[in-house]
Nanobody, 118 residues
Framework: QVQLVESGGGLVQAGGSLRLSCAAS????????MGWYRQAPGKQRELVAV???????NYADSVKGRFTISRDNAKNTVYLQMNSLKPEDTAVYYC????????????WGQGTQVTVSS
C-alpha cells in the first residue's frame, strides 16, 4: 500500500519559514519524480515545485527564489523549504509521487495546512 505522509505545516507570520516533509512508503522512492502542490480555498490545485528522480528541479514563478525542494532517497523523503512566506502562500500543501514514464501512476498525500498571517 502506497502512503505519502506530509508533516511540518502550521501557522507562521509573514516573512517566516517552514519546512515541509513527505515520507513515502510502498513505492521505490528513488524511481519516482516527486512534487509539491497546493490548493488555496476557492482555487484549483497548483504546482509548487517538482524534483525528478535525477534531481532536476522546477518551480512555480510565484515561489522561485523563496522555496527549495529537495529529496533524500535514503530516507524516502522529499522536503520543501519555504522562506520569506507571504499570506498568499496560505494553502493546503500536498505531496505527489509520479511515475516518470506512466502519468496514470500517480499518488497523493493527505495534505498539510500552511497558514501565513500578515
Amino acid at each position: 500500500q502506497v502512503q505519502l505522509v506530509e508533516s511540518g505545516g502550521g501557522l507562521v507570520q509573514a516573512g517566516g519559514s517552514l519546512r515541509l516533509s513527505c515520507a513515502a512508503s510502498g513505492i521505490i522512492f528513488s524511481f519516482y519524480d516527486m512534487g509539491w502542490y497546493r490548493q488555496a480555498p476557492g482555487k484549483q490545485r497548483e504546482l509548487v515545485a517538482v524534483i525528478t528522480r535525477g534531481g532536476s528541479t522546477n518551480y512555480a514563478d510565484s515561489v522561485k527564489g523563496r522555496f527549495t525542494i529537495s529529496r533524500d532517497n535514503a530516507k524516502n523523503t522529499v522536503y520543501l523549504q519555504m522562506n520569506s512566506l507571504k499570506p498568499e502562500d496560505t494553502a493546503v500543501y500536498y505531496c505527489n509521487a509520479k511515475h516518470p514514464s506512466n502519468s496514470r501512476i500517480d499518488y497523493w498525500g493527505q495534505g498539510t495546512q500552511v497558514t501565513v498571517s500578515s
